[in-house]
């Protein structure tokens, strides 16, 4: 049974970097059949997909327009996690973020959630 | 890119069966779509897979009373013998070219 856990702070300054990690069990972050996905959820733009990381023989990253040059996505192998990074937040930033698992047939497994606040 | 629209709201009484809408937006109308529940003050749980046959694939544990179906450029999520705790906000999602999901139904049980 693959289950997330996500860990990482809940208040950033702006124009800092937020940062998150999710942990992974139960599968590995190299699958060839899974990608490893961060999403936020606000009041004001609902879920909003940010970025994946996938291993298909060599590592991939896709990142969503409205923050690509901002975010980075990083697997960790050796600790079978991977890791958000997103630059120069604004308090537009400030959302509940999700990392989730996604299989080749759309089945996704959702993290619990971290709220982080982009406050000074 | 693809756009989802999805009513903000539906209802139904404890008991009874609500189909909830998903529409692709002009020129996707054979995408397949995902459906995730979200209830009260709880991360998204995967629901099912919905192709543009009809066809789903559900999450594992979803219950029997959830299904999906497909017509034109509408996808469906059938909710029968409605319980409390289906009182949730409802979301689809889809690919084109990137993640891309619906604004959420937010479903209440009467």
């Known amino acids: 049974q693959v289950q997330l856990q996500q860990s990482g702070p809940g208040l950033v300054k702006p124009s800092q970097t937020l940062s998150l990690t999710c942990a992974v069990s139960g599968d590995s972050v190299s699958s060839n059949s899974a990608a490893w996905d961060w999403i936020r959820q606000s009041p004001s733009r609902g879920l909003e997909w940010l970025g994946r990381?996938?291993?298909?023989?060599?590592?991939?990253?896709d990142y969503a327009a409205s923050v690509k040059g901002r975010i980075i996505i990083i697997p960790d192998t050796s600790k079978n996690q991977f890791s958000l990074q997103l630059n120069s937040v604004t308090p537009e930033d400030t959302a509940l973020y999700y990392c989730?698992?996604?299989?080749?047939?759309?089945?996704?497994?959702w993290g619990q959630g971290t709220m982080v606040t982009v406050s000074s | 890119q693809v756009v989802l629209t999805q009513s903000p709201s539906a209802s139904a009484s404890l008991g009874a069966s609500v189909k909830l809408t998903c529409t692709l937006s002009?020129?996707?109308?054979?995408?397949?779509i995902a459906w995730h529940q979200q209830q009260p003050e709880r991360g998204p749980r995967f629901l099912m897979k919905?192709?543009?046959?009809?066809?789903?694939t559900k999450g594992d544990g979803i219950p029997d009373r959830f299904s999906g179906s497909s017509s034109g450029a509408e996808r469906y999520l059938t909710i029968s013998s409605l319980q409390s705790e289906d009182e949730a906000d409802y979301y689809c999602q889809t690919w084109g070219p990137n993640w891309v999901f619906g604004g959420g139904t937010k479903m209440t049980v009467l």
């Open positions: 990381t996938y291993y298909r023989s060599k590592w991939y990253n």
């Open positions: 002009s020129g996707h109308s054979n995408y397949a």
């Open positions: 919905v192709n543009n046959d009809g066809s789903h």
């Open positions: 989730a698992r996604e299989d080749n047939d759309w089945h996704w497994i």
